[in-house]
Structure formats: structure tokens, C-alpha cells
């Protein structure tokens, strides 16, 4: 749907990248499908079982496929609430490091087990939202933010979670020089 003047929406933004993590997603599971998650899985805990290696790998597919639909529900709900300007580029944020195509555990070489550190910085940018004055989405993602803690290391999720603190800080800089704008005209 295209946006319309007399109700001011724009549909494209609500979209966003949505199409293109899609594809991303497609294309890791062409590379390797859910056997290169397993062999992430068997690497990051090596006295799993197979049955667990299987297991956490089925759940770890099923948290990067849930992502699509995390962003798009934020998307919704920041334009629900009038708060689009204030989440809608944290989110860019997370949607930019899960498009760029070398990160912290890449797809590219990695399959699916390269969209776990993408994954865990949408689920902690979401998490954030979450401690604001008033839930944001009412999810619980502690759970799989904690899952992909625990399958991609320590070191790569506090890097992680600088990513996710500098976007914030930078969101806030923008938000702050523009409140001074708008209460200074030229």
C-alpha cells in the first residue's frame, strides 16, 4: 500500500528492511541449512548430546525466523503510540548490523549460526524498549536472549550489547539536538 497524504501514513517505513532480513534468512538456510547451526551449536557446547545439538538448533531457527515478525510488531506499535521517531531508529539500528554482510559471526561463512549475533542484538534492542516508563511490547524475551547468550560466548555478546548502548546514545543525541531545535527556531 502506498502512503497516502490525507492520513500521513507511510507503509514503506513500516516495511523497512523487513523484505530484505527475509532474504537474508532464506539465503543462510540455502548455505547449510540447520546442519550448520548444528555444527555451531556442537562447537559452542561440546558436551551436549546430539539430541540437544538438535534441539537447540531447532530453536535457535525458530528465534531467527521469529525476528521478521519482532521488528515488524515494534514497527507497529511505535506507530501505534506516536513513538515512531524514537524506536523506529533504534530498530534501523538492529536491521542494519542483521543486513551488513561481515559481522561478528557472519552469514555468509556461517549459514544460519551467522544470524545469532543479529538475532540477540534485535532481541536486546527490544529488551530495551521494554524498560521504559510502560511495556513497550509485553514479550518475554529473556529466554531467547539468554539462549543466544549461551550459544554465541560472552565475548561476542558484550560486544553486542555495546552495539545496542551506542545506537541508544546515538538515538538520544539526535533526539536531544532536535528538541533544541524545535525550542530554538533560527
Known amino acids: 500500500m502506498e502512503p497516502t497524504e490525507a492520513d500521513g501514513s507511510d507503509d514503506r517505513e513500516i516495511v523497512g528492511s523487513l523484505p530484505d532480513i527475509l532474504a537474508i534468512i532464506e539465503s543462510a538456510k540455502a548455505r547449510g541449512g540447520i546442519g550448520s547451526l548444528e555444527r555451531f551449536i556442537r562447537k559452542a557446547l561440546p558436551d551436549a548430546e546430539q539430541e540437544e545439538v538438535e534441539e537447540a538448533a531447532e530453536v535457535a531457527l525458530e528465534v531467527i525466523e521469529s525476528i521478521p515478525v519482532f521488528l515488524a510488531r515494534a514497527r507497529q506499535e511505535a506507530a501505534h503510540r506516536g513513538l515512531a521517531s524514537v524506536v523506529n531508529p533504534l530498530l534501523e539500528?538492529?536491521?542494519?548490523?542483521?543486513?551488513?554482510?561481515?559481522?561478528?559471526?557472519?552469514?555468509?561463512?556461517?549459514?544460519?549460526?551467522?544470524?545469532?549475533?543479529d538475532s540477540y542484538l534485535v532481541i536486546h534492542v527490544l529488551q530495551n524498549l521494554e524498560k521504559g516508563p510502560e511495556t513497550f511490547l509485553d514479550w518475554d524475551l529473556e529466554y531467547p536472549a539468554r539462549f543466544l547468550q549461551r550459544l554465541i560466548g560472552p565475548a561476542i555478546t558484550q560486544r553486542l550489547d555495546k552495539i545496542a548502548e551506542q545506537a541508544m546514545e546515538e538515538v538520544s543525541m539526535q533526539l536531544r539536538r532536535l528538541w533544541h531545535q524545535l525550542a530554538h527556531p533560527a
Open 93 to 117: 539500528h538492529a536491521e542494519q548490523y542483521y543486513l551488513q554482510p561481515l559481522d561478528l559471526i557472519p552469514e555468509m561463512t556461517q549459514g544460519l549460526a551467522g544470524l545469532l549475533d
